[in-house]
């Protein structure tokens, strides 16, 4: 009964730390976050000191044992999730010596043209499950090298930032085949670092991680953690996973016939299921929980983002039920315009770092609430787009659970994405999906049953789609991707132009 098992969730505007049951219930009162925010420029950086981000984890560790510890309970394993994509080099001595980037640094898009010529995008995309795009390892490292190679030369190792915790915690750093799988150098289906991808690269898997699964915990905290932490001293830290794998592991989206859709600051739209391998389709990404499971999608650098960024640029009531409730008297795509929900640049289906967002149609007669119903209206297109070549690869995936504190406040926005995909959704009452994944790795390896199946999730809310709405919708997302195909096309003739 006292038993219990600590999740971490390292993320890129907090972390937590939540305290799980063996049935993989979130424990009341048992939690702790930590807010944070990477730098950022106008040339598209987005970094963290990597020793910081640790001190912050470690708060958020501290703070959660002290709760523990007043109710006498007994941690039996530590599970981990972190976001995918991003990277930071250590030299000899193991100090970090880059910054931690994020996958949001869009500074390697220099680099993406040059790796084109040395690499067949198509069939580089086929094996590593990845674009040739500044989210992922090679266009960073070939930009670090050619900007900056005095510090390039001085890394030992390239990691992701569950490898740096570890090595501060433990002294050495395995990768997770889940981390390894998104950083654009690994093959999906041999399910080990991609030697082609390499050979384009100046580095070397000398130059890489040992990699395990998340069978393969470690245990014995060096000092001064053991001293610092004496519960967790001894017991299985898991490898940390990614936080998409970790999200539809938490929510129960463990087939292929379930779709986890999250739509947060970001957005992502995925599946997982066990396989021996896999054929990846063109449009969608394609990485790894663990050498037995899969977990493919699209991904979107801007969700809750887009509304937040036109409340405030537009200047609207800061009483978001006042806009909820004027949004819910209006028709579907009423005002006639077309948003391209690209303020970060795009990720799926199109992977073109270049792109913008833009908005299309305004009149005279335009008002505020006009281009926020049109920004939520382009995140959901978004959404149903990469859904259409989704249900292509799994035809059977009916069931959809939708998460994520930008849904979970805006029921309009819930009914929007319903209307656009054309399918019924449930919003789940889990808000610590990604943590809850983390938990249910940590109770495997503590040795306790961690079928999520058999641990009920509270319900959340239904929404049924209406089928007048879904033709206006699915005529509205022609008219977004005609308008993305005219700005491409021209952006591909400018620069054609220019060389």
């Avoid at 991904?299 to 909820?324: H, Q």
Wanted: hydrophobic residues 40%.
């Amino acid at each position: 009964m006292n038993d219990v098992v600590l999740a971490l969730d390292i993320g890129t505007s907090s972390s937590r730390a939540i305290v799980f049951d063996t049935r993989g219930r979130a424990v009341d009162g048992l939690r702790s976050q930590v807010h944070y925010e990477p730098r950022t420029d106008d040339d598209g950086a987005s970094e963290f000191d990597a020793d910081v981000l640790v001190d912050h984890v470690a708060e958020c560790i501290g703070k959660v044992l002290s709760l523990v510890d007043a109710r006498k309970l007994q941690i039996r394993a530590v599970g981990i999730c972190t976001f995918w994509h991003s990277m930071l080099g250590i030299d000899a001595s193991g100090q970090a010596v880059t910054p931690l980037y994020t996958w949001a640094d869009t500074r390697g898009k220099s680099a993406v043209t040059d790796l084109r010529r040395k690499l067949d995008p198509d069939a580089y995309h086929a094996r590593t499950g990845c674009a040739l795009h500044p989210s992922y390892f090679p266009a960073r490292l070939a930009w670090l090298h050619d900007s900056d190679a005095l510090r390039f030369n001085t890394v030992k190792r390239w990691m992701s930032p569950g490898e740096f915790l570890f090595l501060r915690l433990f002294g050495d750093a395995q990768c997770s085949v889940s981390m390894a799988s998104a950083t654009g150098l690994f093959d999906q289906n041999q399910c080990g670092w991609d030697a082609e991808t390499l050979d384009a690269l100046p580095i070397s898997t000398d130059n890489l991680p040992v990699l395990v699964d998340i069978d393969a915990p470690s245990r014995g905290l060096k000092e001064p953690w053991a001293s610092r932490w004496p519960p967790l001293a001894d017991v299985p830290w898991v490898p940390a996973i990614g936080d998409g794998a970790s999200s539809n592991l938490g929510s129960g989206c463990d087939t292929d016939r379930q779709i986890a859709i999250n739509l947060g600051t970001s957005g992502a739209i995925r599946v997982l299921w066990p396989a021996d391998r896999v054929d990846i389709p063109p449009e969608l990404w394609c990485y790894r929980l663990d050498r037995r499971r899969f977990v493919m999608g699209g991904a979107f650098s801007d969700g809750g983002s887009v509304y937040a960024w036109m409340r405030d640029t537009l200047k609207l009531p800061k009483n978001d039920e006042e806009i909820e409730r004027m949004l819910a008297k209006r028709e579907p795509f009423q005002h006639g315009l077309t948003f391209l929900p690209f303020l970060s640049g795009e990720r799926s289906i199109g992977w073109r770092p270049d792109a913008r967002a833009t908005l299309q149609g305004l009149r005279i007669s335009t008002e505020p609430l006009d281009i926020v119903q049109a920004g939520m209206e382009g995140v959901a297109l978004r959404f149903a787009l990469v859904a259409e070549a989704l249900h292509k690869a799994f035809p059977d995936a009916n069931e959809i659970r939708v998460s994520g504190g930008a849904l979970g406040e805006s029921e309009v926005w819930a009914q929007m994405l319903c209307d656009a995909l054309g399918r019924s959704i449930t919003v789940t009452a889990e808000s610590e999906a990604s943590s809850r994944g983390a938990a249910l790795t940590a109770l495997a390896a503590a040795g306790c049953p961690t079928d999520e199946r058999h641990v009920p999730l509270e319900a959340g809310r239904a929404f049924e789609p209406d089928s007048a709405r879904h033709a206006r919708y699915d005529k509205a997302l022609r008219e977004q991707q005609d308008l993305y195909g005219r700005l491409m096309k021209n952006g591909n003739e400018r620069k054609e132009h220019a060389a």
